[in-house]
């Protein structure tokens, strides 16, 4: 019996957990134009952690990428590639109070399902981000 409610607490844990990670865009509020938008969040190869929004915006895909290391002044590289094009790249620096910075674009909506990802590097400690959503 015990070993019964350790496996049901396992999967319940298990199933929230999930529901961080691919939580929607529309319980955030952060949906215009659609509601089925989607959140991505990850760590980075060091202590750093990235978070990647793709939402339907009037014909078009707002992308909204994080990058938070919690360290003000770090500069970081970074790309948003969609469907395997670079769509915006650019260079920023993290910020107080969070020391992180964030990314907005709006994008075209491709025929078809799309793939978005954010890749950033910094090259000072060599950490690199990268994370992906479907949309």
Known sequence: MKARNTLAAAA???IAASSVIAAPASAHGGS???GDGVVRLGACAGS???KLKASPDDGRIEVEGEVD???SGQLWRWRIVHDGSVSAHGRSSTAPPSGSFEVRRLLVNLAGR????LWAHNRRSGETCRGTVHI
Not at 114 to 117: G, K, Q, S, V, Y
């Open 12 to 14: 319940t844990v298990a």
């Open 32 to 34: 215009r134009g659609g």
């Open 48 to 50: 750093t952690h990235w």
């Open 69 to 71: 290391s919690n360290r």
């Open 114 to 117: 799309d793939t978005i990802t």
